[in-house]
């Protein structure tokens, strides 16, 4: 039996794979991924690898810290409170507790739960599109895969950034609408939460406003503000370390995962001491591997990295570089829509779903590993390690102009 | 500022320890953990070190792989299918797909979603003082944590171990009175879950005949019968690798957690091809961390290492040998009521939840690390690593027999 074939026999997920022939990779280094048949390819989609594949630096903090001891949150550990402090001073202090969990799902999860013992309610609000993860409650909140007829009618949907972008009063009296009817239907919105680079809504730097809008309405109804890092955050979207910066709100709880380990499974959940205080009283939450000293000495490996490297400058000044050669190569071609995104999370809209699939499976025979997403599933996903250079950049742009010419 | 105060001030759950006086520990080797001031103890609590804690097997595992390839189930990968296969069987291919994901919150959310998918219906039924774990979904089915007022019209209350031993025929009118409630109600039961250590319920063998007359009953209404295997699961109980074998059932659904990874956060929930089949039909799931290369080779670490050293056969072995001893102490001092369990779980329930918390701390002082659990608090847990000998179950006896005298 070939690989596929075992795969199918036992995986759930079988099928899921991200081209028409799954790859098989055997090697990663920085932005480079190797297949079994010795071919390399430029990596331009996995932001989990966030400080490049198989970086040293984080092998050996795990490996390490793994051959020394690795327990759990009921004993004292230093690398759990460092991780707790780096993690906090980013946010200066505004929010200064943290928990520690394994996924952003879990993360998500706790945030809504939290939410909920502060303020006694129920509903949330998320944007149309958006993906928050997986679990029971998750799920509801991921109306990208969450069918509407399965939809509980404590979610709220509201427009994202292109609904804002294209009638900004209409959005807001909308969204007051939506939260207006949870609350009379017994479901006073809890929270409002949106992932700050929109990723699955098709890829959007925070338009001007719109957060800032959505958090008066979302405490007008004595809901809280959570801010959906695990993909817009350590510094992903260039010139800030937490992508809600751009629109100069700060959230009540921020949710961290898929970069924060480099792959290894570490999420958090941070927020107010007031409002920890809310949801102790009522949760005595203790989560077994969250925050264990092996996933915080990945976790505190990857945060050094980017602060000593600089890499939330390096993102942004690549972004710049990256965008602006996308975005001539836009100006050629009458395929491309537009050119979005901020940093080194970069969206490249398509005019069809057909084209976009076929782009990717293009880049793919060009080296070039890319993303798909978007509501009309016609966006290209540009999300590469941050270690990503203006030399690669260039690669890809020729490369797009050549698939899609 | 000491560790402690640098904690409190930003950690969300800062003030769960162990002890009054909270241990900072700085090394684990094999079953003994060593703290900053340079005392050993002999660890008999914790389970998630389960092949002994840094066993050098699992760092080199995780090391080599970290260092060579991270990424997710959406490449083709061999480490992955290679867990599958040794998971499943484990089952006898009767349950031959597996999920993987992060934690056993993570595992027992997933399989309420997928019962709930294949059986089209809502509820749960759980026992009373059951934990499975802490999403919003679960903490529901964990009434050892989610307060009478906060439990959901979905979940049903079944007794544990002890009703059962008590007066059968009623547990089970009893059980079907609650089932029928729940689908009077609109929430027919998709599953029936059970730890089958039954921990937190004060840590019990299955007594003859529990499961099998949970498992017709859940199966009378079109639901699934779940096996949460994250504590009893990897050959912890003894004579078989899986708790509910004790009991010769077989599950629709098995969850896995804790000592799956030595410690590396990876969980996997497994079922049959026709229970996953409905599941993918409606949930596209994935999990960005569930199943990534080093996650899966820690599991072949532990799974293999668990096999190649005959470690369910020394857990029954030693575990006789430590329940003889304990038993034996038992009849000399009125305050030990009883002692339960299998294998390398072993429970032993003193007169009440504050001689229990005298012991645990008297034991402390000893060099030996135990857990409190049980409705009543009053049952000292005891969860060693597998690799625990007969030596160490001598002392631990001692040790008991002293600290209650």
């Known amino acids: ?240 370390m937490w992508g809600f910066q751009h629109d100069k709100v700060v959230p009540d709880i921020v949710t961290l995962g898929k970069p924060m380990g480099n792959g290894h499974p570490i999420a958090a959940v941070v927020t107010t001491r007031e409002i920890a205080k809310s949801f102790n009283s009522s949760h005595g939450y203790f989560n077994t591997f969250g925050g264990n000293p092996v996933s915080a000495a990945a976790g505190l490996a990857v945060i050094r990295f980017v602060n000593n490297n600089k890499l939330i400058e390096h993102a942004e000044n690549v972004g710049k570089h990256f965008k602006k050669g996308l975005s001539s190569v836009a100006r050629k071609l009458r395929v491309i829509q537009e050119v979005r995104g901020s940093g080194l999370f970069i969206g490249v809209e398509l005019e069809s779903k057909s084209i976009t699939s076929q782009a990717i499976e293009g880049l793919l025979s060009e080296g070039i590993l890319v993303g798909q997403t978007g509501p009309q599933n016609n966006v290209i996903k540009l999300r590469p390690p941050m270690t990503f250079k203006n030399e690669h950049a260039d690669q890809v742009i020729k490369a797009i102009e050549k698939v899609l010419s």
Not at 2 to 29: C, Q, S, T
Not at 128 to 143: D, I, K, L
Not at 171 to 181: F, G, Q, Y
Request: glycine share 8%; with cysteine; aromatic share 10%.
């Open 1 to 240: 039996m070939d690989l596929k074939e075992r795969r199918n026999k036992h995986l759930g997920n079988a099928e899921k794979f991200f081209y028409e022939e799954p790859l098989h990779i055997v090697k990663g280094e920085d932005v480079w991924l190797q297949s079994s048949n010795g071919k390399r390819y430029l990596d331009v989609y996995n932001n989990v690898a966030h400080i490049g594949h198989s970086n040293p630096i984080v092998v050996e903090a795990i490996a390490s810290q793994a051959a020394t001891l690795n327990t759990n949150t009921r004993y004292i550990h230093e690398n759990i409170i460092e991780l707790a402090e780096e993690i906090t001073a980013t946010f200066n202090n505004e929010l200064e507790i943290c928990y520690f969990c394994c996924s952003g799902s879990e993360a998500n999860d706790l945030a809504l739960q939290i939410a909920r013992a502060h303020t006694g309610q129920n509903g949330c609000l998320v944007t149309e599109n958006a993906y928050h993860g997986n679990t029971t409650a998750v799920f509801q909140m991921s109306p990208e895969d969450c069918p509407t007829e399965k939809k509980e009618e404590w979610i709220g949907l509201v427009g994202g950034p292109a609904k804002y972008l294209n009638d900004k009063e209409k959005h807001i009296s909308e969204s007051l609408k939506t939260a207006e009817k949870l609350k009379n239907n017994g479901s006073a919105p809890a929270a409002f939460i949106a992932d700050n680079i929109f990723s699955s809504e098709g890829i959007f730097t925070i338009p001007k406003g719109y957060l800032k809008n959505m958090y008066n309405l979302i405490r007008s109804f004595n809901g809280l503000a959570i801010a959906d890092e695990v993909q817009s955050g350590f510094g992903r979207t260039g010139k800030y």
